[in-house]
Nanobody, 124 residues
Framework: VQLQASGGGLVQAGGSLRLSCAASGRTFSNYHMAWFRQAPGKEREFVGG???????EYAESVRGRFTISRDNPKKMVDLQMNSLKSEDTAVYYC???????????????????WGQGTLVTVSS
């Protein structure tokens, strides 16, 4: 599976941005998909994930502001980010793992495939 993330950019605090991740592979619908991010000087952290079942999980810091969605026929997963804050500034990565559990994992170690990252900068 190859992942290609896009949609990053510069946005003012309070604004919105939509990230997209395009995947290759024949069995996209069987994969858990997730977004992680890494801010300067910090470790990579879980942002949100969506399982094959459609069930979603979010980090507490983004719950209510970010929404993850998937389009299986198009092999795409999106991250809609609203009410952005300066602390959301980071490189955002999409990740994938084939997994039949009902809920997506938030553990970085469990994801097998990673995209190249896209930079989101939120100016205050």
């Amino acid at each position: 599976v190859q992942l290609q993330a896009s949609g990053g950019g510069l946005v003012q605090a309070g604004g919105s941005l939509r990230l997209s991740c395009a995947a290759s592979g024949r069995t996209f619908s069987n994969y858990h998909m997730a977004w992680f991010r890494q801010a300067p000087g910090k470790e990579r952290e879980f942002v949100g994930g969506i399982a094959w079942s459609g069930e979603r999980e979010y980090a507490e810091s983004v719950r209510g502001r970010f929404t993850i969605s998937r389009d299986n026929p198009k092999k795409m997963v999106d991250l809609q980010m609203n009410s952005l804050k300066s602390e959301d500034t980071a490189v955002y990565y999409c990740a994938a793992v084939m997994d039949r559990r009902y809920y997506p994992s938030s553990s970085e170690e469990e994801y097998e495939y990673w995209g190249q990252g896209t930079l989101v900068t939120v100016s205050s």
